[in-house]
């Protein structure tokens, strides 16, 4: 899909981070925009940041995990703009510990929001996008932690390496059934966000104790994120990929060659090398 203009974006997690980056740059081309968070506040702010700059928008606040509720924002962009054209299901948590040591809680939480959002966002949407007839793009924003395995953070990859996989199923599924849709994975490494703070919107029913390997990973991913690149870049990197029909979109070259050397051990039947998650270009 090449042409933006006035066309229709949804975006979920949209109050802040890559979000409201990517709600901006499909702004900045054309867009008339659906966006949705959990955090009214921050939606309300990205809203009226967009509509102060002469966008078309509307926003309603989301619970992501919830399907029912996802339901009806579709009804509700549908029964706005008429048409979707570009997807984003782009909301996501992460807490981190050891896989023996956290609570179900912690995978509750992350599967209900990082995979089951995406699932509920591809339900509500894809269909419709389908019966439109029109080029269309979905765009699942997974992490390199659903490329890379590494330790600490188990129940996130767990999570991410199935969007990653959901992911690439629907794009295969597009293209055996003819569909004008495609689709796109979004696997960003360190990039400046609130991630490492996503507790702030976690679920009073799903609340658990802090450990001490919890609050390592914290650590580590407060320090990857503050010296992470900026959103911006990875919502350029989302439109380009979109007009090149590109599936796997990284954020950080340096990544690569990680992606060969992994295979390369899995072909071996080796365990792969940790990752540097704290790789620049």
């Known amino acids: 899909m090449r042409d933006f203009a006035g066309r229709v974006a949804v975006v979920t997690g949209a109050g802040s981070g890559i979000g409201r980056a990517l709600a ?142 959901a992911t690439e199923v629907l794009a295969h599924e597009f293209a055996v059934t003819g569909s004008k849709l495609r689709a796109s994975v979004l696997c960003p490494g360190g990039v400046r966000t609130r991630i490492h703070e996503a507790a702030r919107n976690r679920p009073a029913s799903l609340d658990a104790g802090h450990t001490a390997d919890q609050a390592f990973i914290d650590e580590v991913i407060s320090n990857v994120t503050t010296k992470g690149i900026p959103p911006e870049d990875v919502a350029d990197a989302v439109v380009k990929a979109i007009r090149e029909e590109t599936f796997l979109i990284l954020t950080h070259e340096s990544y690569r060659p990680g992606l060969a050397a992994r295979a390369r051990a899995l072909a071996e039947g080796r365990l792969p090398d940790l990752p540097d998650f704290e790789s620049r270009d």
């Open 24 to 165: 901006r740059r499909l702004a900045a081309e054309g867009m008339r925009l659906a966006l949705a968070d959990i955090e009214p506040g921050a939606l309300e702010g990205t809203r009226s940041l967009l509509a102060g700059g002469g966008a078309e928008v509307t926003a309603r606040p989301l619970d992501v995990g919830d399907g029912a509720a996802v339901r009806a924002f579709a009804d509700h962009v549908y029964e706005t703009f008429g048409a979707v054209h570009v997807l984003c299901n782009n909301a996501g948590v992460f807490t981190g510990g050891q896989m023996w040591t956290r609570p179900f809680a912690d995978f509750e939480w992350m599967f209900r929001v990082n995979t089951f959002g995406v699932l509920h966002g591809v339900q509500a949407f894809v269909p419709r996008m389908i019966e439109q007839d029109t080029e269309g793009h979905v765009v699942n924003t997974a992490s390199v932690a659903g490329l890379f395995a590494g330790p600490f953070s188990g129940g996130y990859a767990m999570t991410k390496f199935a969007t990653y996989a």
